[in-house]
């Protein structure tokens, strides 16, 4: 194992897995927010607890995104 040189930094596709990330996520928000009217007291707040989490995780995809795109360009 200690002949095992590392993996070249591939990011010729990061832009693009990120991008499912991010529309995974908003998925998971949405199907969140359709099981908002079933769920208990409890449920609700984890629930919104976790889209607070989610939504910054967007936001960190989505600046992630930005500087990958310029990377790609030069």
Known sequence: MANEKPNPDNRSDNVDRLQEKVQDTIENIEASHDALPYATEDEKRNIEKKNKRRNE???A???EIKEE???QQY
């Open 61 to 63: 995809m989505r600046d």
């Open 57 to 59: 995780s967007l936001r």
């Open 69 to 71: 795109a310029r990377y």
